[in-house]
């Protein structure tokens, strides 16, 4: 039988960090071997906050690039896919952008919290209508189904609706587009070392997986925990500590007895912090050593990201030609 086929894939704004991990790498790493994994670098989605300053981009395209690689995906089994090198996925972009109204990108509540934290009034075009963008990043390879955080939620429902209008509209009914599905990962979002809801690479907030281990230990002990604990002998609370989050995220062995020793104080926060740090750098040597590797192959990197892009060109050249000729644009 024939594998389905997965898309998914990161801004190309910065460094992945332990949010990722945790949120889509570790899955990633799953699924590649049951399903065709396209992995889209997305620089047309990162330019939405990025366009002022792109001088960063091409190092960002490799470091996410890398980062997947070093997270444990196999080149020989993956597709990756630059955005911008795929003419099909701005073409789609411009044909859904007929059936969309403003008011539902408007609506969008992902949206509307990203403008925020943006600190976006007067939105741009582009910035407004990344949804439909993405819309088109997910339905030009047909993909089957879609690994995504609950946050993406209302962008696959968005991509799903456009699929449907499509078809209708100029297929009959068929499934010219392929309606994809939402895999959604059930990971909650981990919070940003400041305490913030969500670590986010443009947000200042992260642990990088290429943060070397003393840069992990520093930014683990600077992290945000229980407010209210003030001394050692205060009792903790758990539920509210950032540093918990990541002990619950990343230290399934000893997440239990830390969280004991917490509530009765009978572990300092300095303490736990070591702990953990400890923890996550021996979960992130063997991707540093990954890392290193492909750091010093990145014209190997390179050529898998040309001849992922070449791959989903074609694929994106096949479909666009059927919705050409579905839509009577052909002479
Ligand atoms: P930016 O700040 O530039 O938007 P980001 O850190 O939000 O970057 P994205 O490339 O926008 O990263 O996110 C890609 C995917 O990674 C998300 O859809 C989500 O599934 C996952 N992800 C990102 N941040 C987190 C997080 N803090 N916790 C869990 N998953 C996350
Ligand atoms: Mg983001």
Redesign the pocket.
Known sequence: MEKKRIIT???T??QL?L??L???LQNRVRLQREYETFILL?DVQ?LT?HYQNPGQMKESIYQVAIGNLAAGLDPEKVTLIQQSRVPSIAELTVLYSMLVSVNVLRHNPTVKT?AKQCGYGDLTYGFLGYPVSQAADITFCSADLVP??D??LPHMEIARKLARRFNELYANGDELIRVPRALL?E?P????LDGSC??????GN?VYLSDDADAVNRKIHSAVTDTNRIAVRDKGNPDVCTVYAYHRAFNAGERADICEMCCGAQIGCVACKTRLAEKLNTLLDPMRERRAYYERRRDEVRGFILEGSEKATRIGNEIMARARAAMRLEI
Request: no cysteine; glycine share 22%.
């Open positions: 894939g990161d801004r704004t910065g960090h949010g990722h945790v949120g889509s997305a990162a906050t990203e995504v955080g946050d993406q990962s990971t979002r981990l919070p940003g969500k670590m986010g690479k443009s947000l992260a």
